[in-house]
């Protein structure tokens, strides 16, 4: 009985199948489901050591067997979740709410309501309803970053940031153009005067206009220093946007395997406890008919509780991802995420030499010491500018009337022009243009030891992303023949124990090593999939690391 409940077991357990990586390298495998069932098959001579730069690819994987997808009722037909549809208990009130948790790779051209955040960023939800979690949306990596892209605040942040700098650089554009000021004034004056046995008051009313026109002929330097500096700042602004897409496409996707490999383990776990009980049942049966005893009973009991105990921890750590991923993709409070199946993500074509050299062109953060190099330079002249001559023309026409006077004037109007030019020169400022510029000469220097700093860390993180994609590759052929072993040593533990020469401790170990041996190819996959995401990052490679251009 024993031995048909773990041949059941075998069929619902982790398989994919891995035949060798053809030639050595880290070359382009085709993408691979661990969620689907089937045999582990993989040959002792086909876990060569790769090299990173050879062709290699996976074959197809096994049939897998139908199962009852978790959070489907009996009959129930999983579809993808088009952004229009209204899935909420009562249509057309409330938010739209997934049907299923079934995995699904269907993006969307435009998101539904509850994927996108409230309009109203202040908002701050009052009531225990407004975040209750009322349902799951299944969604790919690639739907998951554009869910990112779209609602992320701090990429969004730093959008504002880059508008912000773009309107200064405008601002500063704006002093290359003359100014024109118009003024007009109307005033009363009284006058008194005496004379002949009398005093005389004279009241009189004028009004009067002036146009003027300023231009600076940038003598100084200081307007295109200025202008300088805020081109600078621009593309500083620029570079940030790239680091936080960088950065969020990073994190998004670390969450998203997090989110994969609690799930993996929730599955592992599940089948662990249900070979256990099965273990624990028919341990019991042979107690009671007197070929079993209360040690093996105590022993399958304490496996249970373990196994059960797993698979609680593991269930939290699910809770705890989804709810991390909603969070980086800022979502509506009351959905939850679940992911597709474990699949090995790609693959890396370059040695560690060429992708060194490829960081160190495209890295985002190299370039921004370079150009804030470049600001500080434009500020310290934009400060020295302020004990320079300066020189500027001019352009005036004034107007004045007479409108009322009482001592009987009669009303006339007094025009004229002036052109001329102004100098000015600050010839002493108490030493504070040539303090500013010190201090940005400093701050020079700091941009190059920064640079410097940055250029080395780049290395570091290239390298250890690399060394650590070559050994989760290798993991990855020893974890499955591992799984392979293990089950061939759980049928063999059954049969030994039904046939009267085995032990029950040898069953539960063998249930034990293949829990872990699984666990282990689920963990292999995963750090490989992570490990060509932090090269990618990098390396800024967002998009394909199939063809990158490296330059002469």
Do not use: H, K
């Not at 069932?37 to 086909?46: I, L, T």
């Not at 495209?362 to 400060?383: I, K, M, Y």
């Amino acid at each position: 009985m024993l031995y048909s409940y773990c041949r059941y077991l075998l069929t619902l357990s982790l398989g994919i199948t891995l035949s060798s990586w053809a030639a050595a390298g880290l070359a382009a495998p085709a993408p691979r489901s661990l969620a689907s069932a089937g045999e582990v098959s993989v040959s002792q001579a086909e876990t060569e050591a790769l090299e990173p730069s050879d062709p290699a690819v996976l074959p197809e994987a096994s049939p897998a067997v139908e199962t009852t997808e978790p959070g489907l009722e009996p009959g129930e037909e999983a579809r993808p979740l088009g952004a229009g549809e209204t899935t909420s208990s009562s249509p057309g009130t409330g938010p739209l709410i997934p049907q299923s948790d079934r995995p699904t790779d269907q993006g969307f051209v435009t998101p539904p309501d509850y994927l996108t955040p409230n309009p109203n960023p202040l908002l701050v939800p009052t009531r225990p309803e407004e975040v209750e979690i009322l349902g799951t949306q299944p969604l790919s990596l690639e739907t998951a970053l554009d869910l990112a892209y779209r609602n992320s605040e701090t990429l969004r942040a730093a959008q504002l940031q880059l508008e912000r700098s773009q309107a200064g650089l405008r601002a500063q554009q704006a002093t290359q153009l003359p100014t024109v000021d118009l003024g007009a004034d109307v005033q009363t004056s009284n006058q008194s005067s005496s004379g002949g046995g009398g005093t005389f008051d004279s009241t009189s009313t004028t009004a009067g206009a002036t146009l003027r026109t300023d231009y600076d002929l940038g003598l100084s330097g200081e307007r295109s220093a200025r202008i300088r500096a805020a081109e600078r700042q621009v593309r500083v602004s620029e570079l940030r946007v790239e680091q936080t897409r960088e950065e969020l496409r990073l994190n998004t996707t670390t969450d998203y395997y997090a989110v994969q490999e609690a799930i993996e383990q929730i599955r592992i776990n599940q089948a662990f406890l249900d070979a256990a009980e099965r273990n624990l049942r028919d341990t019991q049966l042979r107690e009671e008919v007197g070929v079993g005893t209360r040690f093996d009973v105590l022993q399958a009991e304490v496996q249970v509780a373990n196994a059960r105990q797993t698979l609680t921890q593991a269930t939290s750590q699910r809770q705890i991802s989804q709810r991390q991923l909603a969070r980086r993709l800022n979502i509506q409070p009351s959905i939850d995420l679940t992911t597709l199946a474990v699949n090995i993500a790609g693959a890396w074509p370059l040695s560690l030499e060429e992708s060194i050299v490829l960081a160190f062109q495209n890295r985002a953060e190299l370039e921004q010491f370079l150009v804030e190099r470049e600001l500080n330079d434009a500020q310290r002249q934009a400060s020295l500018a302020a004990v320079r001559p300066n020189l500027g023309v001019f352009a005036q026409y004034g107007a004045q009337s007479l409108l009322t006077s009482s001592s009987g004037a009669s009303s006339s109007i007094d025009d004229g022009f002036s052109v001329g030019a102004q100098l000015n020169w600050r010839l002493f400022d108490g030493g504070a243009a040539r303090a500013l510029a010190a201090q940005s000469e400093i701050d020079i220097e700091t941009d190059e030891s920064e640079f410097e700093s940055a250029r080395n860390d780049i290395r570091v993180q290239v390298e250890e992303a690399y060394y650590t994609l070559v050994s989760n590759q290798s993991n990855i052929d020893t974890a499955s023949v591992a799984v392979n072993q293990a089950e061939e040593a759980l049928e063999l533990a059954n049969l030994r124990f039904n046939a009267g020469v085995g032990t029950q401790l040898e069953v539960i170990n063998a249930i034990r090593d293949l829990t872990e041996a699984q666990g282990n190819l689920v963990t292999a996959v995963l750090e490989y999939n992570r490990a060509l995401a932090r090269l990618e990052r990098s390396v800024s490679n967002l998009d394909s690391p199939a063809s990158p251009v490296i330059e002469e």
